[in-house]
């Protein structure tokens, strides 16, 4: 066994002293014990007894035991779960507080049996989580405990975790589970578990927290093909933030504008995004899910872009006559949008023909009033008494849908003179015989000549 004595007289507050004991490396369970003593006649502690476990050399942590007061000789266990083939160093340190008196630490003895106060702990695996996820620790120890005891999850350069629940299944055998909340990169490390008990303290191996951050596509989608109503894309997600493996991939899309949205899941490099509006801009990104709970990325970076126009899909409906005049006609039709022009960008013309000094002529006018509830356009300079066809035309830059034709007369009006020159007049005794041509532009039926 070892032994260490520290006088504290005439020290001043913060000096160490280290008893360290030679590296061990152990396949079976086993026990460490040992007494310790700290006293002063002044009744103020000499200083803190502090224990470490040091892990392959690695770093020293936090204590794992400590104690400032005890009048007598008391004795304590170390339950040191470290198994082959990993080796660990046991240190004593003793922290002076300036006031004298004694500390010591006597019969320190590595014992080949279980210890009999303080239960020992199973292997504790390594624990895989994503980030924001709940990381738990299951600590399954052989032996007892009691409400006494207190059971933490200790964290090396990170924080301790506290106990979450505890299962005992009878004398010899219970679980602590740990949570370690949120995870994030930040709490990524190493963390064993802890039980200090009336009798000592038990001390498991260290198995490492991975937090894993879900994998992000660096580059937005690429475009390949675009249609009224579709969009072939390459989803372009081989460079990613975060991390993989990669066990699934789904385009996200959405409108512009509005609130509408999709996923589809996708199991290609490429995928064709169907049943879309025309003429729409969409903004569309990739997810990417690695495994675990939680383990789906945030969207990649969007690509926005717009499908084509369609073919409209009919023509004008509902042509109808709101007036005739002898020289205007002025028309309506049923109002339609989007549904009908299939394109935000379209214009419709109104076409009419009729005969006049014996020729067609075949006009076409723009219509402003498309947005209308009540849409109705005049078509004026026409000739009266004259039949005229009129039809409407729906463009856009994909095509163009007609309506029926309409065919109308235009009113009669006031006929020209009769050619003064056409006027001949013969002479008889009693009567003048008078004879002319019709008037250049009848305007309709002449019902009536006046001499």
């Known amino acids: 066994g070892s032994f260490m004595l520290v006088n504290t007289s005439g020290r001043f507050a913060g000096q160490k002293a280290h008893l360290l004991l030679p590296h061990l490396k152990e396949n079976d369970t086993h026990c460490i014990d040992f007494h310790y003593y700290v006293s002063s006649k002044s009744g103020s502690s000499p200083g803190t007894l502090n224990i470490y476990v040091k892990v392959n050399d690695g770093p020293i942590g936090n204590p794992v035991w400590n104690t400032s007061i005890s009048a007598t000789w008391n004795r304590a266990e170390l339950a040191i779960s470290t198994f082959w083939p990993n080796f660990y160093q046991v240190v004593f340190e003793v922290v002076t507080s300036g006031h004298p008196g004694y500390v010591a630490i006597d019969e320190v003895k590595v014992l080949g049996h279980p210890c009999t106060k303080t239960p020992h702990f199973l292997r504790l695996q390594s624990v895989e989580v994503n980030a924001g996820q709940f990381a738990t620790f299951q600590c399954t120890a052989n032996g007892g405990t009691d409400s006494g005891d207190r059971l933490w999850l200790q964290g090396i350069y990170v924080r301790d975790a506290p106990l979450k629940d505890i299962k005992v299944f009878n004398f010899r055998r219970f679980v602590a589970l740990f949570s370690v909340v949120n995870a994030t990169k930040r709490d990524a490390g190493n963390y064993r578990c802890m039980i200090r008990t009336e009798g000592g303290v038990g001390v498991s191996n260290y198995a490492e927290l991975i937090v894993k951050e879900p994998p992000v596509p660096i580059a937005p989608p690429q475009l390949s093909s675009v249609g009224a109503t579709y969009l072939w894309i390459q989803l372009n997600a081989n460079s990613i933030n975060g991390d993989g493996p990669i066990i699934q991939r789904e385009v996200e899309y959405r409108t512009s504008s509005g609130s509408w949205y999709d996923i589809q899941p996708v199991d290609s490099t490429s995928y064709k995004i169907g049943h879309l509006d025309p003429d729409t801009e969409y903004e569309i990104s990739v997810l990417l899910t690695r495994p675990g709970e939680g383990g789906t990325g945030s969207p990649g970076p969007a690509l926005k872009t717009r499908t084509k126009c369609a073919d409209p899909m009919r023509g004008p409906r509902k042509l109808?006559?709101?007036?005739?005049?002898?020289?205007?006609?002025?028309?309506?039709?049923?109002?339609?949008?989007?549904?009908?022009?299939?394109?935000?960008?379209?214009?419709l013309t109104i076409h009419y023909r009729y005969q006049a000094g014996g020729q067609e002529q075949v006009r076409e006018e723009v219509s402003w009033d498309t947005e209308s509830s009540h849409p109705q356009h005049t078509i004026t300079n026409l000739s009266p008494y004259t039949n005229v066809s009129i039809k409407l035309v729906l463009m856009n830059p994909e095509g163009r849908k007609e309506s029926q034709e309409l065919v109308v007369q235009t009113d009669e009006d006031v006929p020209s003179a009769v050619p003064l020159e056409s006027i001949q007049g013969s002479t008889f005794e009693e009567k003048i015989f008078l004879q002319w041509r019709e008037p250049a532009q009848t305007y309709g039926v002449i019902t009536l000549y006046e001499v």
């Open 320 to 347: 109808e006559v709101v007036e005739i005049k002898s020289r205007q006609i002025t028309i309506c039709w049923e109002p339609f949008g989007y549904n009908v022009t299939r394109c935000h960008r379209y214009n």
